[in-house]
């Protein structure tokens, strides 16, 4: 009998161990693959997100970062400058603010919205329309077209046609502007529209409408999409970009995953590392007893074949087996169950405030799975290797007598 | 604002400039005005007390203003910005209103970033910022205290943690209690006698809820003397990483308490489930005849 033989046939003498055995590893097999799906989880989201919105590059003031963006001034003009760079296919101005809508639907204060003002009137990038119309390119002076986010056109039963009484307030001051008017244009799905936030956007003139203001030519932030089919296009308008403002910083969508990464995702990633060494610690302190206990119970049978001329070499592979099969089975199931659990950790962690709704903590890659197996192999034979030297180098005479007596 | 202590409620305010070091300490220093810097500061820029600094708005020097440093600080650690460095100056607030000053705009003398309020009954904060908000348009006011409708970051990660532990528990027991049928099947011989010299069944349940319960108790003991040790490397290891005093993991009573209250049921019922199975069989079955 082979080794792979005689390994099965000792798992299957006692299947209660054995299932109970191999349901540890798959549950614990299903923490570490979770763990690994969470290290890189939400740089895979959020680069899919940046890639999706369709820009390679973004220009926000020297003094701000990627959530503090400060005001830049001229921003209009540099976007006509950029838009003259060979590179360059599209451009769009972003400003933000915060505002209460005011609805008859919800008594109280009013709800507050992110009011976001931007150039890029088209769908399918940064927002999907579902309903309505787009927001149009030309308004007559005060007018603030609008497009509104689902969950709030849900939440105050808006229409595409709807009225939306706005109240914006002074940067810096403590009073509000008179209330303003929006007309409802469509409603969209924004992509980076966090769970407990409700979005409003309008042109850049409607922005400016709604503070009371011709337009000024401020943005937050400028948006530019190079020509992809252009090897280096990206670096290139990046580089003429910043010789064109020197005061302003441009960023790659690489840059800005390295500045996600330092901070705001580092934590994620450290707690996985952790957990995953946590749980590779935990399988392997288990596997390892529960193989000495196995081994421990058939001392006098492992002496017996050593006797009738089983080399030890064999009875190592016997063992070695036997830990392959309880991983094996165990760190497979662990992926079908590991996905589910994946999907509930999600949950509980999208739930968390100003997590934009299409951002994932868990996200799976081919790698996860690569290196799930590769990890739980390593454990597997490590775990093996102290139950194999107990039953290598068990004295066969002593042993057998040792049994007979008992 | 006017009807609120500006002075009472922020002696100090906190602000984020450039700070660019000469770094000689000359005896007209005492006449500047002082101020406090942060330890990571301190680090970066070599900075030590009687150093004097320049502040400004800008890294054009608008408003630009000399101090004298008189000490350094360990930021308060805020959970919600542990990852970020804390490069921050403590300056007495009318110095800081001088230098953010806008000349055109009087308004600007007397402008502040917030107001922090401790009230004599914190019972009514959610009253009292309601009433302050709807008298102060533009502002916005909050309680200090955590969100109730489980709505914060921190119970959200708190929920996490709890899931991964249920789930590390399920995967625990999953393996005691292979470990406890092991341990049930090397017995089978000896309970098998045990029972043929006519003690009950119910001594031996006995028996092994009272070995359970010891063996749960020690293992949950010595997990929680585990998680004491080593909770510091744990502290040491963040801290060193995100350069804060914030505390990571912290192994308190309660958590303790709970990790017995889980863990020691789990051991036992283990160790019953695994004897169960052989309370059930025939004597001789046991002893193999």
Do not use: K
């Given at each position: 009998m082979t080794a792979w033989g005689l390994a099965w046939r000792t798992i299957a003498r006692s299947p209660a161990r054995s299932v109970l055995a191999v349901a540890g590893v798959t549950v614990i097999g299903a923490l570490l693959f979770d763990m690994l799906l969470l290290s890189r989880g939400l740089l895979v989201s959020f680069r899919e997100l940046l890639d999706a919105a369709g820009f390679d590059i973004r220009v926000v003031a020297a003094e701000g970062s990627m959530v503090h963006r400060p005001p830049m001034a001229d921003a209009a003009s540099l976007a006509e400058a950029i838009a003259r760079l060979p590179d360059v296919r599209r451009i769009t101005l972003v400003r933000s603010d915060t505002a209460i809508a005011i609805t008859a639907a919800r008594s109280g204060g009013g709800t507050r919205v992110s009011l976001l003002g931007t150039s890029d009137l088209t769908s399918g990038s940064v927002w999907t329309l579902v309903s309505g119309s787009l927001l149009p390119s030309a308004t007559a002076p005060g007018e603030v077209p609008v497009l509104v986010s689902l969950r709030l056109a849900a939440a105050l039963q808006l229409q595409p046609g709807s009225s939306l009484p706005l109240r914006l307030f002074l940067p810096g001051s403590a009073s509000a502007l008179p209330l303003v008017s929006a007309h409802v244009a469509g409603i969209a799905q924004f992509s980076f529209e966090a769970a407990d936030e409700y979005t409003v956007a309008t042109t850049m003139e409607g922005f400016a409408a709604a503070h009371g203001k011709p337009a000024d030519g401020v943005a937050e932030m400028v948006l530019v999409s190079t020509d992809s089919t252009q090897p280096g296009s990206e670096a290139s308008a990046a580089a003429a970009i910043a010789r064109l403002r020197p005061d302003l910083r441009v960023l790659s969508n690489d840059q800005v995953m390295e500045q996600f990464n330092q901070n705001a995702f580092s934590y994620f990633r450290q707690i996985s590392t952790v957990l995953s060494s946590m749980t590779l610690a935990f399988a392997f302190l288990l596997i390892a007893t529960l193989l000495t206990m196995s081994v421990n119970q058939r001392l006098g049978e492992v002496a017996a074949l050593r006797a009738l001329g089983f080399p030890r070499r064999r009875i190592a592979a016997n063992l070695l087996w036997e830990s392959v099969l309880l991983v094996g089975v165990g760190g497979l199931a662990a992926l079908p169950v590991g996905a589910l659990l994946a999907v509930i950790l999600d949950r509980i962690l999208r739930e968390m405030p100003g997590v934009p709704g299409r951002l994932h903590f868990f996200v799976f890659e081919p790698r996860a799975i690569l290196l799930h197996v590769a990890l739980l192999s390593v454990t597997g034979v490590l775990a093996s290797l102290y139950p194999i030297w107990l039953a290598t180098r068990l004295p066969i005479a002593a042993t057998l007598r040792r049994e007979i007596l008992s | 604002m006017s009807g609120l202590n500006r002075g009472r409620a922020c002696a100090f305010a906190v602000a984020f400039l450039i700070a660019a070091a000469l770094p000689v300490a000359t005896p007209?220093?005492?006449g500047l005005p002082p101020i406090l810097i942060s330890r990571q500061l301190a680090e970066r820029e070599h900075l030590n007390a009687g150093d004097i600094v320049t502040l400004a708005l800008d890294a054009e020097g608008t408003g630009s203003r000399r101090f004298r440093v008189d000490g350094t600080y360990e930021p308060t650690p805020d959970p919600l910005r542990f990852t970020a460095k804390r490069l921050e100056v403590r300056v007495h607030l009318p110095e800081l209103v001088t230098m953010t000053e806008v000349r055109d705009d009087p308004a600007s003398a007397d402008a502040l970033t917030a107001i922090n309020v401790k009230l004599k009954n914190p019972q009514t904060a959610d009253a009292f910022s309601a009433a302050v908000a709807s008298r102060a348009p533009g502002t916005f006011v909050r309680p200090t205290?955590?969100?109730?409708?489980?709505?914060d970051p921190f119970a959200v990660l708190e929920r996490f943690h709890v899931a991964v532990a249920a789930v590390t528990v399920l995967g625990s027991t999953a393996f005691l209690l292979a470990l406890m049928v092991m341990r049930a099947e090397e017995r089978r011989e000896t309970i098998g006698i045990i029972r043929l010299i006519g003690i009950s069944e119910r001594s031996i349940l006995l028996e092994v809820l009272a070995e359970g319960l010891l063996i749960a108790t020690a293992g949950a003991v010595f997990g929680i003397v585990l998680a004491v040790a080593t909770q510091g490397t744990v502290n040491q290891f963040f801290q060193w990483r995100y350069d804060t005093a914030l505390v990571f993991v912290r192994v308190t009573r309660s958590i303790a308490l709970q990790s017995i209250a889980v863990s020691v049921p789990l051991g036992i019922l283990a160790g019953l489930v695994g004897s169960w199975t052989l309370l059930r069989r025939d004597v001789l079955a046991l002893l193999g005849r």
């Open positions: - | 007209a220093s005492t205290a955590r969100a109730r409708d489980g709505s």
